[in-house]
């Protein structure tokens, strides 16, 4: 886990966009999503739920003619089978009234006519996708940015008509640094330490300072305890106590040690089958632990036990995936 990524704080006033629709629509970005939540049930890969011959789940499927139809014909939404059905009266559009599904949204609908216009790119699965460093955009400043990150805010900021907020002066500066880094604010003796450093690595200083607090990694692993919902309790009904405080320590310990990611996503999901796995790896795998636990009487042990696969299953698929 770069901690360097960490530095990236409020040196300028933050400012909330409302999502614009996209210039561009990305098949695995925007539609893919559409098709998997909305279409998958009946055009879907389970061959035994699939109610017609048309999938949506391949392109070649997607694209090839069916009784003299085209579901997606690129560049042409008016020929698309699908764009019809989509808008079609309530008796006749997909997904179908009389299942209980609902129409789908302006947007949905809107997203699938322009990428059909758009040539109805088709992409893999992002994770078969390298990632690959984007060119930086024009901006009508390029004194500025201080780094490309700062390429892109300002790209949306002309975009949106507006200027960058000034320069947060220093006392401001160290309050949003240790508020971002450690979740607490700075010491008093902290600020004027910061205030009277005039040398030119003042900033690099206080952020190496508050990255090797002990506070850096409790704020860190806040948002990932949270995501693999953890607690010293087990849930339902009787909420009774479990330690799992120690998994919790080894996160924190994690992001203060700077533990590299895949290290932390490998101990965490099968510490104990690494090679002369220690304490510290077995220890790690109680992220598999943290789902609720029922001990009361008369449960079914064998549905309690698919219920624990399934949180697993569900809370590592969100956490990663």
């Not at 055009?43 to 003619?65: M, V, Y």
């Not at 216009?117 to 990632?131: D, L, M, N, R, Y």
Request: hydrophobic share 40%; with cysteine.
């Amino acid at each position: 886990m770069a901690r360097a990524a960490a530095v990236c704080v409020a040196l300028f006033g933050s400012t909330a966009w409302a999502a614009a629709p996209p210039a561009t629509v990305e098949f695995n970005r925007d539609i893919r999503p559409i098709f998997s939540d909305r279409c998958y049930t009946c055009h879907g890969p389970d061959q035994a739920n699939r109610k017609s011959k048309l999938r949506l789940d391949t392109e070649a499927a997607a694209k090839a003619e069916l009784s003299g139809h085209f579901a997606i014909v690129p560049g042409d939404p008016s020929k698309s089978e699908v764009i019809r059905r989509i808008t079609a009266d309530e008796g006749r559009r997909m997904p179908p009234a009389w299942a209980g599904a609902a129409r789908l949204s302006d947007r949905e609908i809107g997203l699938l006519t322009r990428w059909i216009e758009q040539g109805a790119v088709w992409q893999k699965h992002w994770s078969f996708i390298p990632p690959r460093r984007p060119e930086l955009p024009d901006v009508s400043d390029p004194r500025w940015p201080k780094n490309p990150i700062d390429s892109f805010v300002m790209a949306r900021l002309d975009r949106e008509g507006l200027k960058p907020s000034s320069e947060a002066d220093r006392r401001t500066l160290i309050r949003r640094l240790a508020l971002d880094l450690t979740g607490l604010p700075p010491s008093p003796q902290q600020v004027e330490d910061f205030l009277s450093d005039s040398s030119a690595a003042a900033y690099e200083k206080l952020v190496d300072r508050l990255l090797a607090s002990p506070r850096y990694g409790e704020r860190m692993a806040m948002r990932w305890l949270d995501n693999a919902r953890y607690a010293d309790t087990n849930g339902y009904q009787t909420d009774g106590e479990r330690s799992m405080w120690r998994w919790r320590d080894w996160v924190i310990n994690a992001f203060n040690h700077n533990l590299a990611f895949d290290r932390f996503t490998v101990e965490q999901l099968a510490g104990d089958m690494l090679p002369r796995a220690g304490f510290e790896q077995n220890l790690a795998t109680g992220f598999n632990r943290n789902h609720r636990g029922n001990g009361e009487g008369g449960i079914i042990a064998e549905e309690y036990a698919v219920e624990y696969v399934v949180d697993r299953v569900e809370t590592t698929s969100a956490v990663w995936l």
